[in-house]
């Protein structure tokens, strides 16, 4: 189960493209990550202490009230993009999935394709 926790740290470094060594600083967030044995491994696959200066439980909320100040207008000095999650398509003859939009591209965004 804690060997599980570092499968996501590594899709999310392949996505971005980098090594586990270019990342500056790692934010455990969520309730299961005040567990000792999670910020250890953690730690040892970023070689790296986790920042504690932000409460793990707090942290989504904090980021969700910056995203709503950026939004509104009041913080004019950070950049936030929104990403889709995942790949989205549709289902096409034969039922096969046709990718249009791939997971993690910057919201809003269209594609246009033509089937025949």
Known sequence: LVQRTIEPCK???KDAGLKAG???EVVLVGGMTRMPK???IVK???GKEPHKGVNPDEVVALG???QAGVLQGDVKDVLLLDVTPLSLGIETLGGVFTRLIERNTTIPTKKSQTFS
């Open 64 to 66: 969700a009230a910056i």
């Open 22 to 24: 270019e990342i500056d």
């Open 11 to 13: 899709a999310a470094l």
């Open 44 to 46: 040892q696959f970023f």
């Open 38 to 40: 999670i910020q250890e």
